[in-house]
């Protein structure tokens, strides 16, 4: 026996075997943690998340995560066949953080109407038949709406002549960015009163249900084929005090002064874009000076012939905390001196870096940082100085 073991001694020992050394059994499961995945997919497009959807459950279940945590559809039949396939299945709608649906033309290239389309397969057959919404695809996004309670960012695009404010009621969500093209109502005012988290707000829609056009004079009665004035209009749309107080930007398209009076009363609106219409302009103005803190950046577009002989002298005397300013004029017309007198006025933006003009057919924009290098406004601008030729931007003469 001995004999034996020092024989056994003298062979070659095998070396025990290391974690290293066996092959690890294939897995479904990844090595990596679900945190850094998931932070990968967020970087991949739509495009790219395919194959992913397909690798496996769980490689499907992060890239749903993706897919449907931002939505932007511009077209019936998709809006229809995304709104159906999240209400077959209940796992979808929590996922929803932001959705842009646009149906406002209505038009697609369908021979369905959007009924039919709720009726039929989400297949769709090529056309050139116009679809319209319902009362039915109303009530299935009014009852999609209901479900994705973790929504942050809506927006709604309806045709002009639609405002079924009545899909919102009961909706828990709670939105930090909201643009709509419904009317300026009381049921929407009833609405935004719920919504305490808006930071973002643009309304698209009209003061009343009848149309109202941009060109032309006279303000919203004479623009309304009407003689009712424009506080009738939208008197019914008023929010209470405590409404929106975290409001910071601010878009409206078509709302006269009533309407920016009820959002900007209180509110620290830093950021604001609106019309003005030929006369009510002041009254927008005056309703525009109401926030809470100064406003920092300022967009208007011009509806009023008047406007070049009151609106730099007003802007500059009510805002003049203004660090960016954009004017559009489109029923006023400017020439180079109209423009080199109006350079006085603006030495009282003091904070203002960048500011760009587009009036009719006379183009001229200019970059301000922090002493207005490439100022078209030459004579009376304190931040004209020499050497600023040189900075101006292209195509921008020095006269």
Not at 4 to 24: D, H, M, N, V, Y
Not at 30 to 51: A, C, K, N, Y
Not at 249 to 257: E, R
Request: glycine share 6%.
């Amino acid at each position: 026996m001995p004999s034996i073991k020092r024989a056994r001694s003298l062979l070659p020992q095998e070396a025990p075997l290391s974690s290293q050394s066996i092959a690890t059994p294939p897995s479904l499961r990844p090595r990596l943690p679900i945190e850094i995945l998931d932070g990968i997919i967020v970087l991949l497009t739509p495009q790219q998340l395919l194959p992913v959807v397909l690798a496996n459950t769980l490689f499907l279940n992060l890239a749903r995560r993706r897919l449907y945590h931002t939505v932007a559809l511009h077209n019936p039949s998709r809006c229809v066949a995304f709104l159906r396939r999240v209400r077959a299945n209940p796992q979808l709608p929590p996922l929803v953080r932001s959705l842009d649906l646009n149906v406002s033309t209505a038009s697609d290239r369908n021979t369905q109407t959007i009924p039919e389309m709720l009726s039929t397969s989400d297949s769709v057959s090529i056309g050139s038949t116009t679809a319209q919404p319902t009362d039915n695809f109303y009530r299935l996004l009014s009852l999609i709406l209901h479900q994705t309670v973790n929504l942050t960012s809506l927006t709604l695009e309806l045709p002009k002549t639609h405002s079924p404010l009545w899909i919102f009621e009961g909706c828990t969500f709670k939105l930090r960015q909201f643009t709509t093209s419904m009317h300026c109502h009381r049921p929407l005012a009833r609405f935004l009163e719920t919504q305490e988290r808006i930071e973002d707000l643009t309304l698209r829609g009209f003061e009343s249900l009848v149309f109202l056009p941009m060109l032309g004079g006279g303000g919203i009665a004479a623009a309304t084929g009407s003689s009712i004035p424009s506080a009738a209009l939208s008197s019914s749309f008023h929010l209470i005090p405590s409404a929106l107080p975290r409001l910071k930007h601010f878009n409206a398209i078509h709302a006269g002064p009533d309407i920016v009076r009820a959002i900007m009363d209180g509110r620290p609106i830093e950021v604001a874009s609106l019309p003005l219409f030929a006369d009510i302009s002041l009254r927008t103005l005056n309703a525009l000076e109401m926030g809470s803190v100064p406003l920092k950046r300022l967009s208007i577009i011009s509806f009023d012939p008047n406007a070049p002989g009151f609106l730099f002298e007003q802007l500059a005397s009510r805002f003049s905390g203004l660090e960016a300013l954009h004017l559009v004029m489109l029923m006023a017309d400017y020439n180079q001196t109209l423009l080199e007198d109006s350079g006085r006025l603006l030495a009282n933006f003091a904070s203002l870096k960048v500011s760009s003009i587009l009036c009719g057919i006379f183009i001229r924009s200019f970059c301000a940082v922090y002493h207005f290098h490439g100022c078209v406004f030459g004579r009376g601008c304190k931040h004209r100085r020499r050497g600023d030729r040189e900075a101006m931007a292209p195509g921008v003469s020095d006269t």
